[in-house]
């Protein structure tokens, strides 16, 4: 599932619609944003009453994991068993996040071809994968943060094209509660 | 109602209506492109070549 997605708008206009600070630096539009690269990730102040956006390596490396390769096989947490999985579990409880997009993009299988498919959300607008995070201590002593984007069953317009989506929240309103640990 | 129980319910798929999607080039497949066409809506009658041959 939904291994490339975009990110068109500025830093500033995704800090303004969810809400956020920041100590980034401004970044460029993305239009195939892919695997192991950094992300744009926004979390919920511990205490404070604030949204931090910070970028995040795409691909959770579990704190506990030896091996970070496995990373690129995490860019996805199955919403329906992420509870239970060593990987994914203390996630979902306590370090959920949202990863802002305005586009993904899923592949169509039709015998050999393969079709990629853009996917948006009210017509273009930002919206938000629900994700994971962790962070994973390098032998080099670094603090190296990851993300993974939940998926789910798909909708009437996804079904057409592949056996999965991603885990799009209501802009409106449920993004406050629904990352708060 | 456990928290993890309560975030479950926002797990689901999101409302179709709001949703779109339309084909769009190969060039997805290449990270190294990165750019607007990446997402441009592809011509029906192309895709069906592509298929057909």
Same mark, same amino acid.
Not at chain 1, 139 to 144: E, T, V
Not at chain 1, 150 to 154: A, C, E, F, I, R
Not at chain 2, 39 to 45: H, L, T
């Given at each position: 599932m939904c291994g490339r997605y975009r990110l068109s708008r500025r830093k500033q206009?995704?800090?303004?619609?969810?809400?956020?600070?920041?100590d980034e630096p401004d970044s460029t539009p993305r239009y195939n944003i892919a695997p192991t690269q950094p992300v744009p990730v926004i979390r919920q102040h511990p205490w404070e009453p604030v949204r931090q956006l910070s970028l995040m390596k795409w691909g959770l490396i579990p704190s506990w994991s030896k =091996?970070?390769?496995a990373a690129a096989k995490m860019i996805s947490a199955r919403s329906e068993t992420a509870g239970t999985k060593p990987a994914f579990r203390d996630a979902l409880k306590s370090r959920r996040c949202l990863i802002p997009a305005d586009g993904f993009y899923e592949w169509?299988?039709? *015998?050999?071809?393969k079709q990629p498919y853009c996917f948006e959300v009210n017509e273009g607008e930002? &919206?938000? &994968?629900? *994700?994971?995070?962790?962070? %994973?201590?390098?032998? =080099? *002593?670094? %603090?190296?943060?990851t993300c993974s984007i939940? #998926? #789910? #069953?798909?909708n009437a317009v996804a079904s057409g094209v592949h056996d999965r989506m991603p885990v799009i929240l209501d802009p409106d309103g449920s993004i406050c509660g629904s990352i708060r640990a | +109602?456990?928290?993890?129980?309560?975030v479950s319910d926002l797990l689901k798929p999101c409302d179709a209506r709001l949703m779109r999607c339309y084909p769009v080039s190969t060039r997805i497949n290449h990270v190294a492109n990165d /750019? $607007? $066409?990446?997402?441009?809506? +592809? $011509?029906?009658?192309?895709?069906? /070549?592509r298929l057909f041959f």
């Open positions: 206009l995704v800090e303004e619609y969810f809400d956020t600070v920041s =091996d970070p390769s169509k299988r039709d *015998g050999k071809a930002l &919206f938000a &994968f629900a *994700g994971l995070w962790d962070r %994973w201590k390098s032998p =080099d *002593g670094n %603090w190296i943060k939940l #998926t #789910t #069953t798909p | +109602m456990t928290k993890v129980e309560a /750019d $607007e $066409e990446c997402s441009r809506p +592809m $011509e029906q009658a192309r895709i069906q /070549d």
